[in-house]
């Protein structure tokens, strides 16, 4: 009976593969994987998001949001999704975290805006995040995941509690449910890529470039002993970070003097 039902699941994971098909992500135009469809990411987005900030407080400080706000929708104006419904929040917690779920869900939590200082520092963050989601990095995860789970349970197991399996899935993927402690779970490839666009992202939204390498630099200063911080436990080394980055900054600082308006380090965030 086991090797049935391990069996079943090997099949149904190769047709799943088989059928999928491959997509191109935008800008970097590498080849993905997805069985999973952008409405339902999406759907699932907005359940994991409004979960959330059930569960975890927004700030009542004025300042933060405005200034998240601001800097999201000029970002998310140059992200060529006018489909996403475009949301943003600010967590009071000091954690140190942001995430943009499904559809324009984004969130950043107070304990992570002192090591941003500034506008373009915020727009690195923000640019990183909605990156990961135009990018579809947790749809690709979720694929794999769901080919494991098929691989590994029979196809009732699976379906058992499936609600809420979705909602955790999306939770991680996206690297949103931090009041779980679950870390960040992107591979590196997944943190080099959302840098790539994110960068150029930031450049076209009319924020200085050249301040990334110096913001993910900073941000890993603050590394205690030999525990990463949870935004950078699966990410890449820091000099391979920022040398990568500093590589696409001719690109990035094109993009930036041909944006419609520019902002430099923009305003500095009060703290």
């Not at 069996?7 to 994987?33: D, H, K, N, W, Y």
């Not at 999704?81 to 009071?92: G, S």
């Not at 699976?158 to 996206?174: D, F, H, P, S």
Request: with cysteine.
């Amino acid at each position: 009976m086991v090797a049935a039902t391990l069996a079943l699941g090997s099949l149904l994971t190769a047709l799943m593969f088989l059928v999928a098909g491959c997509q191109t992500v935008p800008v970097t135009e590498r080849r993905r994987l997805l069985v999973t469809s952008e409405a339902s990411e999406n759907e699932m987005g907005l359940t994991a998001y409004q979960d959330v900030l059930k569960s975890e407080p927004v700030t009542k400080n004025e300042k933060y949001q405005e200034l998240v706000k601001r800097v999201g929708q000029r970002i998310a104006a140059v992200a060529d999704r006018p489909d996403f419904n475009w949301e943003f929040n600010v967590i009071e917690s000091k954690t140190q975290n942001a995430f943009c779920l499904p559809g324009g869900k984004v969130a950043v939590y107070t304990g992570l805006l002192p090591v941003c200082q500034d506008e373009a520092g915020l727009a690195v963050v923000m640019s990183h995040e909605v990156a990961h989601a135009i990018a579809r990095h947790g749809g690709e995860r979720m694929t794999y995941q769901t080919a494991q789970n098929l691989g590994k349970t029979a196809v009732g197991m699976v379906l058992q509690k499936q609600e809420e399996q979705k909602k955790q899935i999306v939770l991680t993927a996206y690297g949103a449910a931090s009041q779980y402690g679950v870390i960040l779970p992107y591979s590196r490839k997944h943190e080099l890529e959302a840098d790539h666009i994110g960068l150029l992202l930031m450049a076209k939204a009319g924020y200085d470039p050249s301040v990334a390498p110096g913001f993910w630099e900073r941000f890993s200063s603050l590394k205690q002993g030999d525990a990463p911080m949870e935004f950078l436990s699966t990410h890449p080394s820091d000099a391979r970070r920022a040398t990568a980055l500093r590589e696409l900054l001719p690109t990035a600082m094109q993009s930036y003097e041909a944006a419609a308006e520019k902002y430099g380090i923009g305003e500095a965030i009060p703290q």
